[in-house]
């Protein structure tokens, strides 16, 4: 079969270095999609030295002479979008080629308020959120309350429907003593702010799939990770979208034509917020971790939790998703450690499991079970092919991927476009 349709997915909480393949594999597309997410989440792209971070717009858009479309799927931010543009231009990268779906919903800024006031409710139980508008925005979308970007271009009805969702939040935003919104202020900015993108809206599933049956490959990416996926995800420490199944959703291609699908792999594990983090490391290690690879988030600056790999996790998102290849990520990161360990089962409750319990309380009560193995000293970070990587850095990798029982295609050995091997290409 040829493979012409790939989809990109975070295999685990998100971080995993999406970003760098979308914008290496672009090359090969004609077509980049965002299918799913908002800006609560970047892909850092780093191109000859110098890092360039985005949140909404597909990181495709550094590829030359792409059509770069924003799904269906995706939530958006106007501001954060206009922002966006408008520091591609100033870095000499065309946006002429961008096209955002007519059925992408609108963030609003009451959206991002309800956000914090939700996040100040929770207290002690917060969810983690970015508090970017992203959870009430898709809540109105499923509400059937939402704001559509084909709803931007009739002020009338524009106006109807921001006064139907004003009229409940206005009333929550008094009762805690917060500003309320002038529905027909609101929607007579976001009318003004429509009239900006209007000539780059389109039909997603129509311009998708005609070029499709005109021969040309499409490549998706998504944001976040399998594991903050809010049906397969550590519920309720997730996203407020679905990252795996919104592929096909989130685009409007029927599920059947995609084809291909490389999961993005942390050669460790990372993760913002709360939730259950069995193979977590809770010593100075994980300081070390975070430091050598940066890990603190691209759009909150929050330090991550650091922890080893964990090979449950990562079984159970191949299962869910369907990826069938592997990238492997900040392996770079671990040179200099002595032992490194995998986690290959859980201990709950005196018995070994090897699946992720549904309740959190279960989850948090899991202890790992360790495999561990020599580590290596080496800086692998000009390792242009397998053959050149340290010993004990290929048992690693040749066991990630035994017990995966998926193939490793690619290994990122640094943050820049070069510093990829294609195994076996």
């Given at each position: 079969m040829k493979k012409n349709i790939l989809g990109i997915i975070g295999s685990q909480y998100g971080d995993e270095g999406k970003g760098k393949f979308i914008d290496?594999?672009?090359?090969?597309?004609?077509v980049i999609v965002r299918y799913q997410g908002g800006d609560n989440a970047g892909h850092t792209i780093v191109i000859d030295g110098k890092k360039h971070k985005l949140r909404l717009i597909p990181s495709g858009i550094f590829a030359n002479n792409k059509d770069i479309v924003i799904g269906n799927g995706v939530v958006i931010n106007l501001t954060t979008l206009f922002s966006e543009i408008d520091y591609l231009i100033e870095n000499n990268i065309s946006t002429s080629n961008l096209y955002i779906s007519n059925k992408a919903h609108i963030i609003f800024d009451f959206h991002i308020e309800l956000d914090k006031l939700n996040e100040e409710n929770k207290g002690s139980n917060k969810i983690g959120t970015?508090?970017?508008?992203?959870?009430?925005?898709?809540?109105?979308?499923?509400?059937?309350?939402?704001?559509?970007?084909?709803?931007?271009?009739?002020?009338?009805?524009?106006?109807?429907?921001?006064?139907?969702?004003?009229?409940?939040?206005?009333?929550?935003?008094?009762?805690?003593?917060?500003?309320?919104f002038d529905a027909e202020k609101v929607a007579n900015?976001?009318?003004?702010?429509?009239?900006?993108?209007?000539?780059?809206?389109?039909?997603?599933?129509?311009?998708?799939?005609?070029?499709?049956?005109?021969?040309?490959?499409?490549?998706?990416?998504?944001a976040q990770g399998v594991l903050l996926d809010i049906d397969h995800g550590t519920y309720p420490f997730v996203t407020s979208s679905n990252v795996t199944s919104a592929i096909a959703g989130g685009s409007g291609?029927?599920?059947?034509?995609?084809?291909?699908?490389?999961?993005?792999?942390?050669?460790?594990?990372?993760?913002?917020?709360?939730?259950?983090?069995v193979s977590e490391i809770h010593n100075e290690l994980s300081t070390y971790i975070r430091e050598r690879g940066n890990e603190y988030g691209t759009v909150t600056?929050?330090?991550?939790?650091?922890?080893?790999?964990?090979?449950?996790?990562?079984?159970?998102?191949?299962?869910?998703?369907?990826?069938?290849?592997?990238?492997?990520?900040?392996?770079?990161?671990?040179?200099?450690i002595?032992?490194?360990?995998?986690?290959?089962?859980?201990?709950?409750?005196?018995?070994?499991?090897?699946?992720?319990?549904?309740?959190?309380?279960?989850?948090?009560?899991?202890d790992p079970i360790y495999i561990t193995i020599d580590g290596w000293k080496e800086d692998i970070s000009d390792c242009k092919d397998v053959h050149s990587?340290?010993?004990?850095?290929?048992?690693?990798l040749l066991l990630i991927q035994k017990l995966l029982a998926t193939k490793i295609s690619y290994i990122s050995v640094g943050p820049d476009r070069n510093q990829t091997i294609k195994v076996g290409k």
């Open positions: 290496l594999l672009s090359e090969d597309y004609d970015t508090c970017r508008g992203i959870g009430p925005c898709y809540t109105d979308k499923a509400a059937r309350i939402g704001i559509r970007v084909a709803d931007l271009f009739d002020l009338d009805s524009l106006k109807e429907k921001v006064n139907l969702i004003l009229s409940e939040k206005n009333q929550l935003f008094a009762k805690y003593n917060k500003p309320i900015q976001y009318y003004l702010l429509g009239q900006k993108i209007k000539d780059k809206v389109i039909d997603c599933s129509v311009f998708l799939n005609n070029a499709i049956n005109n021969g040309k490959k499409i490549l998706l990416e998504g291609i029927g599920i059947t034509k995609i084809n291909n699908l490389l999961g993005i792999v942390k050669a460790y594990t990372s993760r913002v917020g709360s939730g259950p983090f600056k929050r330090p991550r939790r650091i922890g080893w790999i964990d090979i449950v996790a990562l079984k159970y998102a191949i299962n869910v998703s369907g990826i069938n290849e592997l990238a492997i990520t900040l392996i770079d990161v671990l040179s200099g002595d032992k490194i360990k995998l986690c290959v089962g859980y201990m709950y409750e005196g018995k070994e499991i090897n699946y992720i319990p549904p309740s959190n309380n279960e989850y948090s009560k899991c990587l340290p010993e004990n850095c290929k048992k690693y």
